[in-house]
């Protein structure tokens, strides 16, 4: 499910880069929360989210405190999201892609289960 548009967030917080403007983006339908979202392609699951307007991807385990991503690049664990059943994944590492199923992290989370643990965890970078 992909469409071709272009995408002009209406977060003002983010807006398109000079030179970005008017440059096709790919839209990508996944699910948040088990409700259907189209969020632009081509960038983390982090990104896409917060273009698409959420701002809260998780609770703090102690407080219920709510948290969004603030580093954008793997340092400070505050977009860990839980990703196509998969606890714990750093919204900001990895691409979003068509049907992804996403779900806000409440809390603490055990660890996966063991037949997650053997699967490749890859992030935006291929790695
Ligand atoms: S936003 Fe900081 S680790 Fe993802």
């Keep these: 499910m992909t469409t071709q548009s272009t995408h002009t967030p209406a977060h003002t917080l983010f807006k398109v880069l000079p030179g970005a403007e008017g440059a096709a983006v790919t839209n990508v339908a996944i699910w948040f929360n088990d409700q259907p979202l189209t969020v632009p392609g081509g960038r983390s699951v982090a990104a896409a989210l917060l273009a698409a307007g959420v701002s809260r991807f998780r609770a703090t385990p102690v407080?219920?405190?709510?948290?969004?991503?603030?580093?954008?690049?793997?340092?400070?664990?505050?977009?860990?999201?839980?990703?196509?059943?998969?606890?714990?994944?750093?919204?900001?590492?990895?691409?979003?892609?068509?049907?992804?199923?996403?779900?806000?992290?409440?809390?603490?989370?055990?660890?996966?289960?063991v037949s997650f643990a053997d699967a490749p965890m890859e992030n935006a970078h291929g790695r």
């Design 63 to 113: 407080s219920g405190a709510p948290r969004a991503p603030f580093c954008m690049m793997g340092a400070c664990f505050d977009c860990l999201v839980e990703i196509d059943g998969v606890p714990s994944r750093q919204a900001c590492m990895v691409e979003v892609k068509a049907g992804m199923r996403i779900r806000s992290q409440e809390g603490a989370r055990d660890l996966p289960p």
